[in-house]
């Protein structure tokens, strides 16, 4: 009876070390497909490189150029004329031809050029307050796209300064990718409102 006994507390022993070895395995399963629904997947970009080399910053830079041109040349133009107009005073020195004539030149110079230095200010301020706003508006394209394709990658983060990350977190590639099928897709819907014809 003994033996019974004890053979009865060995089988129970035996099932409550089961029991625990499967209520252990079974919590480490569990908690490892917790861990995995509850993982944070981490991207990285490089902006500094995305706003170079983004199409939209090449787009920007072009409208700009083609607006502040005009002006750019006009700027030059008065210049030459500026010049010109120095060469013209020092030959009438050097001639010491009519002084009212000189002062007159004088005159004329230290206006052009006050009006010049104005209009390149002017230029200047107008041109850098240009750049901001388009840098502004890239900029804010760029953020778009980062965020379109974190969501379309399933990114929960994306880290923008980073020392180091490997080719599998970078994001940079498809993030200039999107950002082409943008400029693109904006291409492709320009050129057909083109050429529909009006009725």
Do not use: C, H, W
């Amino acid at each position: 009876m003994l033996k019974n006994r004890q053979n009865l507390l060995k089988s129970k022993e035996n099932r409550l070390l089961t029991f625990i070895v499967f209520a252990f395995f079974l919590q480490l399963f569990l908690s490892s497909s917790s861990l995995a629904e509850n993982s944070v997947s981490v991207g990285v970009v490089n902006v500094s490189f995305l706003m170079e080399n983004a199409p939209q910053s090449e787009i920007a830079s072009v409208k700009l150029k083609n607006k502040f041109s005009p002006q750019e040349k006009k700027l030059a133009i008065d210049l030459s004329e500026i010049n010109a107009l120095e060469l013209e005073l020092n030959e009438i020195k050097i001639t010491k031809k009519k002084v009212e004539l000189q002062r007159q030149k004088e005159r004329e110079l230290r206006s052009r050029k006050r009006l010049r230095s104005r209009s390149l200010q002017d230029f200047r301020e107008e041109l850098r307050f240009a750049r901001d706003a388009a840098l502004d508006e890239v900029q804010k394209k760029v953020f778009r796209a980062i965020d379109q394709v974190r969501i379309q990658k399933k990114i929960d983060i994306v880290l923008q300064d980073y020392i180091s990350a490997s080719k599998k977190v970078d994001i940079t590639p498809a993030v200039l990718e999107y950002l082409k099928s943008k400029v693109d897709q904006s291409n492709d819907n320009n050129t057909k409102t083109i050429e529909t014809p009006k009725q």
